[in-house]
């Protein structure tokens, strides 16, 4: 596929880069954006012949995602995250769908944890992921970011995007603090928050995965997941509630 860029930003994706980049050898360009990797990420990226590896900073998910596809030699973008593998289908449809720049483009997302498909914690997502960058791009938010594509044609690919988002429960909580960090970051100022709404929304969250979403019938991985979405949304909250003390604390007229 000569006419679309593969573009992915990674941190520390050693553990997964390998098979992310093993279903994009049909593409003639993968940027590889590197923003701050410690561990082997750079090292295999390199070793792919068709990888364009960049290395810069991380503003955000949004403006990073944006910031990355600059760096791409085709205007049609295919925006994968380091743990993402594009199925043969998937390979297939994009290959041979006539894309129109009017059009956006949506992928069938599938999820695991390890090599375990998630049914009911996690259902199945279609996600915006091929565009043209002349038409739209990433909103900027720091977390939860999609592209903008209201106003679009939605076409919908056949085939499978698998992701997998964690291969231990350490990787549960390193997110977890990532995101719960960059949610602050976003909202302070912006959005009130107490230590009780810190609790209510941990133990809603995890209702709401285990058993209003039948979590419990994924077994083993339901209940981690449904754990980890709990502490997730117990320290976004607390730490938007500490970002928004400072910052008051900060304002405050010196006596």
């Given amino acids: 596929m000569n006419n679309i860029s593969c573009v992915i930003i990674a941190k520390n994706a050693a553990g997964s880069l390998p098979k992310t980049l093993d279903s994009l050898a049909d593409f003639s360009e993968v940027v590889v954006y590197d923003n701050g990797s410690t561990d082997a990420t750079k090292e295999i990226a390199c070793q792919y012949a068709n990888v364009k590896l960049v290395c810069g900073e991380f503003y955000g998910f949004g ?17 994968l995250d380091a743990d993402e593998v594009v199925t043969p289908e998937l390979l297939s449809a994009i290959a041979s769908v006539e894309l129109q720049p009017e059009k956006v483009y949506r992928l069938v997302r599938v999820n695991y944890y390890r090599d375990h498909e998630i049914r009911y914690c996690w259902k199945q997502e279609h996600l915006t992921r091929l565009y043209h ?5 990433f909103n900027d938010y720091k977390v939860h970011e999609f592209v903008l594509d209201e106003g679009f044609d939605v076409v919908v690919l056949d085939g499978i995007l698998k992701h997998y988002p964690y291969a231990n429960l350490g990787d549960f909580l390193q997110k977890a603090d990532r995101y719960s960090t960059l949610f602050a970051q976003e909202r302070c100022g912006k959005k009130q928050s107490s230590p009780v709404k810190a609790v209510i929304s941990a133990w809603f969250s995890f209702l709401k995965k285990y058993l209003f979403k039948l979590g419990f019938l994924d077994g083993y991985p339901g209940l981690v997941i449904s754990v ?11 730490k938007l509630y500490e970002a928004n003390k400072d910052r008051a604390d900060l304002r405050k007229p010196e006596v």
């Fill in 228 to 238: 980890s979405h709990m502490v997730t949304n117990f320290y976004k909250y607390l």
């Fill in 133 to 137: 960058r002349g038409k739209t791009n």
């Fill in 63 to 79: 403006e990073t995602k944006n910031h990355a596809a600059s760096f791409a030699s085709h205007d049609w973008i295919l925006s």
